[in-house]
């Protein structure tokens, strides 16, 4: 049973392209929640989502941030006109249902580097 | 609002020195908490868990954390620390179906 898949797992872009970052959590698990980490702190909650459903986006920007988990495929965290403050470690967890019940498997990061 | 400090940043331990990282944590409800390693490149692994009953909690790799709710704190402890334990160690709190992760504690072990 594969864990949970990100890729890339580095992504370089130019200061106002586009950065799509890719999730597929575990076999069976239907929850998924994006992270983000910023060099030199911790993990920063960004947003959780079910098929086809955010759940919690209280942790995204506001602005040029998205995420989806579509019903078929991967979710995908979406960063557009991506600045240098985007450069960061981007981690994915998944989980089969309630996070107190079944814990949080996380993938292994995708590292967004803007230049 | 929760929140969760880990107030060394910085540990550097020789092999066999016993390791102690301080977690603090505000919440007003059902305390959850948890320690996990991120191994140089690596993802996120679990070292242990706390969600009730002994609050004295061992876990994976000779680790174990204490829960003491008068001091709202959950440090994480190993007697005797290997090179190979050289990693950066995230205390984080469960609240809903979200974790708040402190800052994390480096640790370098010198062989």
């Known amino acids: 049973n594969a864990g949970v898949m990100q890729n890339p797992r580095h992504l370089v872009r130019r200061r106002g392209q586009e950065a799509r970052l890719r999730c597929s959590p575990m076999k069976g698990h239907s929850h998924v929640y994006w992270y983000r980490q910023l060099p030199e702190e911790g993990l920063k909650f960004m947003v959780y989502l079910q098929k086809e459903n955010i759940i919690d986006e209280s942790g995204m920007p506001k602005e040029r941030f998205s995420a989806e988990f579509p019903k078929e495929g991967p979710s995908i965290l979406r960063i557009q006109q991506v600045v240098r403050g985007d450069s960061a470690a981007y981690f994915c967890?998944?989980?089969?249902?309630?996070?107190?019940?079944?814990?949080?498997?996380f993938g292994s990061g995708t590292r967004l580097t803007v230049v | 609002a929760q929140s969760v400090s880990q107030h060394n940043h910085h540990v550097i331990l020789s092999e066999a020195a016993s390791l102690e990282l301080g977690c603090n944590y505000s919440?007003?409800?059902?305390?959850?908490l948890f320690w996990y390693v991120q191994y140089p490149g690596q993802h996120l692994q679990l070292l242990l868990k706390y969600f009730s009953g002994d609050p004295l909690v061992k876990g994976i790799k000779g680790f174990e954390a204490e829960f003491i709710k008068s001091k709202f704190s959950f440090n994480l402890r190993k007697p005797s620390v290997q090179w190979s334990d050289t990693a950066e160690y995230f205390c984080?709190?469960?609240?809903?179906?979200?974790?708040?992760f402190g800052g994390g504690t480096r640790l370098m072990v010198k062989p």
């Open positions: 967890a998944s989980s089969p249902g309630q996070t107190k019940t079944y814990g949080y498997t």
């Open positions: 984080a709190l469960l609240a809903g179906n979200m974790l708040t």
């Open positions: 919440y007003g409800g059902t305390v959850n």
